[in-house]
């Protein structure tokens, strides 16, 4: 099976132990995978990201839509843990909420 870069889609044979094409710097991946793999994404788009995701109830939207956004698959994956995170957390919160009510109410 034939390798080639995500960028300029230069051929690599299966053999050779290349990661980066030295032409662009783009991931060298295998061929049938070609189509999963969306750009990649900059520091800047992540920070963005972030900064949305931070926004009260416009992140969670956010978060859904992205979540279920199939062309970007880097995004949909971490949109997709970050609403596991924020789900665990929630309960956490709700957890210690009614730990620190029923240690005041004792008192």
Known sequence: M???CI???KEYN???NVFFCPDDGGYIIPENLKGD???V???KDWIINLLILS???VGLIFAVIWANDDKNILRKNWASAMLIYMGILFLFSIFMSAV???IFIKL
């Open 14 to 16: 299966e053999d050779e």
């Open 55 to 57: 926004i009260p109830v």
């Open 37 to 39: 793999i969306s750009k």
């Open 41 to 43: 994404v900059s520091v």
């Open 7 to 9: 960028n300029c889609s």
């Open 100 to 102: 620190l009510f029923s």
């Open 2 to 4: 034939k390798k080639i």
